[in-house]
């Protein structure tokens, strides 16, 4: 086969020429001409970066006649034959298919012959990560203490699954992954060189589709040029690489803003009837919103892979949501697409994910509700209204009349009357505190939760036959709680002391309830020492010996 693709065609011949990887190819060339090279070396990056690219170029610059020399001549015999792969002093070797303790010990063999008729003898093994336990030790006394001339290239995509002690005995060289724009410009290069005309709209997506891989783009150009020959469009390029136009994507958010529910499963019938690969579609709405973040946080499209136009678009809609809110659909769509690889029901998923983006209330920060809850709760008593509705976005997310329902009841609203019930309007706060704490035992009987949240309140007042209960500021969910349980608390306070008292909480501002609690606990360490002395004929004489006042 006469043919040979781009990638092969336009492999790096020097350090030079190789892209983005300037802080491997510099240090490589300062340790040949310094003298000063390693036995061995590990090459770690994403594939198509140039990790055995660079391993060859090191081979002809340690093998070259004008050798070791950082510009191989790529004319004598030695870099030739390094070029075309069939130099028997430089053996390139695939770790996945030759993984095991038999070929290297057949390796160690072969170390025992020095090189001809090269000055090294260099082994790259590519993927080294699939080498076994046992393979892998086998090298380790190899590799500390190499024979002369020897030089052992290992490259690998996963370098987490390369022992350590492996790691150790190498220098590591970790490959970048390619930014879009070194990509696009040696794209331009190869274009000219073969008389390509193509779009610079067209070189951005196929640089975006390479992920950072100079190989992957290459060989997706190729692929370009076979199928619409040397006048390369944008459409051309979408057509064939399945990219969905961005325009379906500001279509979703157009909906999302709308809450257009059916908008959005007719566009998901669209992407059915089309033939869109429902995984790109998801990963391609993760990265629009993405786009939509960055332009929020930054109000700039400058590090986006975006046209000119498309960044304008991003800069006008991405003020109509928060951040909340976008990271919130990123996370919808990353999940979605992780459950359709799984599913054999992609369309469901995907009509779900959509209606669930169109239904999600904006998003309101925290701070914000407890503010408004705080301003709620330390408001007027009298009655004064509440702060309005918090809104944000599509929906109200809280609505305080609703959330404040079974807190305070305004105390100067009189009670609904009821002549089944008896009431007694001679009844006084004394007389429930007489009885206030069989009332907190029989609560705590009939409901625990609700006795240990009424035993943080104090019975202050009796007003409009009303029961005023007194808590500390902070204790607003205790007055929630007892709010909804009021009913029980009426009946037991009915059956201790005969009289049927509406209760409501109150806020203490004036320190009024630590004075009575306080008067209170003195009232009852009182009762009990009198209780202790007329029970307990040894505590009476006791106390006669001493000053009557004690009990005082």
């Not at 190789?18 to 491997?24: F, L, S, T």
């Not at 951040?323 to 697409?337: G, H, Y």
């Amino acid at each position: 086969m006469s043919y040979l693709v781009l990638a092969r065609k336009y492999r790096p011949m020097f350090f030079e020429d190789v892209v983005g990887q300037e802080h491997v190819t510099l240090t490589l060339q300062h340790a040949i001409e310094q003298n000063r090279t390693a036995s061995a070396y590990l090459f770690s990056g994403p594939r198509g970066v140039g990790k055995t690219t660079v391993a060859r170029l090191l081979a002809k610059a340690l093998n070259c006649e004008e050798g070791p020399t950082t510009k191989p001549c790529n004319q004598c015999s030695f870099c030739k034959e390094i070029n075309e792969s069939r130099s028997l002093d430089v053996f390139e070797i695939d770790g996945a298919s030759n993984r095991g303790i038999d070929e290297v010990r057949n390796l160690r063999e072969g170390l025992r012959y020095t090189s001809s008729p090269g000055k090294y003898r260099i082994y790259i093994i590519d993927e080294v990560h699939m080498l076994t336990n046992e393979a892998f030790n086998a090298l380790l006394k190899t590799l500390e203490e190499p024979p002369k001339n020897v030089l052992f290239i290992f490259a690998t995509t996963e370098p987490h699954k390369v022992p350590a002690t492996i790691l150790s005995r190498c220098q590591r060289f970790d490959f970048k992954r390619l930014s879009n724009k070194n990509i696009i410009r040696q794209l331009e290069i190869i274009s000219e060189k073969e008389d390509l005309k193509i779009d610079s709209e067209a070189l951005r997506l196929i640089a975006v589709k390479a992920d950072g891989g100079m190989r992957d783009a290459q060989s997706l150009l190729d692929q370009m040029i076979a199928y619409a020959g040397e006048d390369i469009q944008l459409k051309h390029v979408a057509e064939l690489l399945g990219i969905i136009d961005r325009d379906l994507f500001f279509r979703v958010t157009d909906m999302i803003k709308a809450n257009d529910v059916r908008g959005v499963l007719e566009l998901a019938s669209h992407i059915f009837v089309e033939g869109y690969d429902y995984n790109e579609f998801l990963l391609g709405l993760s990265d629009h919103f993405r786009c939509l973040l960055v332009s929020l946080t930054t109000g700039q499209t400058d590090e986006l892979d975006v046209s000119e136009e498309d960044g304008r678009r991003y800069l006008k809609s991405c003020t109509d949501f928060q951040v909340e809110d976008l990271l919130r659909f990123i996370k919808i769509a990353s999940d979605t697409e992780g459950i359709i690889r799984r599913s054999s029901n992609g369309r469901f998923h995907l009509e779900v994910a959509l209606v669930k983006m169109v239904k999600m209330s904006s998003s309101t920060q925290l701070s914000e509700l407890l503010q408004v809850l705080k301003k709620k709760s330390n408001s007027d008593p009298a009655g004064n209204p509440g702060p309005e509705p918090l809104k944000t976005g599509r929906t109200t997310l809280y609505d305080p009349e609703k959330a404040n329902r079974l807190l305070i009841p305004d105390p100067q609203k009189q009670p609904e009357s009821n002549e089944d019930q008896p009431t007694n309007s001679n009844c006084t706060v004394e007389q429930v505190e007489d009885n206030w704490r069989k009332i907190l035992e029989e609560v705590k009987k009939r409901k625990i939760a609700l006795g240990m949240f009424l035993s943080e309140g104090w019975p202050v007042r009796v007003e409009n036959n009303r029961l005023e209960i007194m808590f500390a500021p902070e204790k607003n969910f205790q007055m929630s709680s007892i709010a909804n349980g009021k009913e029980l608390i009426q009946q037991i306070i009915y059956e201790k002391t005969g009289a049927h008292l509406p209760v409501y909480c109150s806020i203490d501002t004036n320190n009024e309830l630590e004075r009575k609690r306080k008067f209170n606990v003195n009232i009852d360490k009182k009762s009990e020492f009198e209780k202790l002395v007329k029970e307990n004929s040894a505590v009476q004489r006791i106390v006669q010996l001493f000053d009557t006042e004690l009990v005082q």
